[in-house]
C-alpha cells in the first residue's frame, strides 16, 4: 500500500503546524502528522550526538543540513502507522524540493498528493512569533522566538518560496490556503485536499 504524503508550507507563525496537527487528530485513524521542527527539536532534546549538530543550526535560525532532514523525512514516511501523512515545515529550500523530488521519483511506495501553503503577511506571522515569545513563561521560550531569529527565519523562508510555489504548480500540485483568517475555518479548507 503506497503512503500518501502532503506538504505544508508557511511562514513561521503561519500556524501551519497547528493546522495540520488538528486535521490529524480529527482523522486519527487514518492520518498522522508530522513537524519538520518538531522531529528535529525531538533529536535535539534526546541529547544525541546528531542532535547537537542540528541545534547548531536550529538556535541561529539557519537551515539544518539536507542529509539530515531528508533522512528524518524519509523514515518518518516510512515508520508512519498509517497511509496518510502530512508533513510540516519541508520544503524550506530548492535544494530541499529538488532532493525529495528525486526520492518520490525513484519510489513508487509513496505518491505526493499535495502541497499546501498556509499564506499569511509578514505582519501577521510577526505578530503571532512575537506574542508567542512574551506569553510563554519563564525558561519556556523557544530558543528561535526572538525579533532578529524571526527575521532570520522570515529571509530563509521567503527566498526560495516563488520557485517552490512555480515548481509545485507545474505538477499542478500546490493549493494556497489564507492562513489569516479563523482557525476552524483554515482546517476546513485544508481539509477538502486531504480529507481521506
Same mark, same amino acid.
Given at each position: 500500500m503506497s503512503k500518501k504524503l502532503f506538504l505544508i508550507i508557511g511562514a513561521p507563525g503561519s500556524g501551519k503546524t497547528t493546522d495540520a496537527s488538528l486535521i490529524a487528530q480529527k482523522y486519527s485513524d487514518s492520518i498522522v502528522h508530522y513537524s519538520t521542527g518538531d522531529m528535529l527539536r525531538e533529536e535535539v532534546s534526546s541529547g544525541s550526538e546528531l542532535g547537537a549538530t542540528i541545534e547548531s543550526y536550529i538556535s541561529r535560525g539557519a537551515l539544518v543540513p539536507l542529509d539530515i532532514i531528508?533522512?528524518?523525512?524519509?523514515?518518518?514516511?516510512?515508520?508512519?502507522?498509517?497511509?496518510?501523512?502530512?508533513?510540516?515545515?519541508?520544503?524550506?529550500?530548492?535544494?530541499?524540493?529538488?532532493?525529495?523530488?528525486? =526520492?518520490?521519483?525513484n519510489n513508487s511506495d509513496i505518491e505526493l498528493v499535495s502541497v499546501i501553503e498556509v499564506r499569511v503577511s509578514e505582519q501577521v506571522a510577526k505578530e503571532r512569533i512575537l506574542g508567542r515569545a512574551s506569553e510563554a513563561k519563564e525558561g519556556e521560550a523557544r530558543s528561535d522566538d526572538s525579533i532578529e531569529v524571526f527575521y532570520d527565519r522570515?529571509?530563509?523562508? =521567503?527566498?526560495?518560496?516563488?520557485?517552490?510555489?512555480?515548481?509545485?504548480?507545474?505538477?499542478?500540485?500546490?493549493?494556497?490556503?489564507?492562513?489569516?483568517?479563523?482557525?476552524?475555518? =483554515?482546517?476546513?479548507?485544508?481539509?477538502?485536499? =486531504?480529507?481521506?
Open positions: 531528508i533522512d528524518t523525512i524519509i523514515s518518518a514516511i516510512n515508520n508512519a502507522p498509517v497511509d496518510t501523512v502530512l508533513i510540516d515545515g519541508y520544503p524550506r529550500s530548492v535544494e530541499q524540493m529538488r532532493a525529495l523530488d528525486e =526520492i518520490l521519483a522570515m529571509k530563509i523562508y =521567503i527566498e526560495p518560496l516563488s520557485e517552490i510555489q512555480e515548481f509545485y504548480t507545474s505538477k499542478n500540485l500546490l493549493h494556497v490556503v489564507n492562513g489569516e483568517r479563523e482557525i476552524n475555518e =483554515i482546517v476546513e479548507d485544508m481539509e477538502k485536499f =486531504i480529507k481521506p
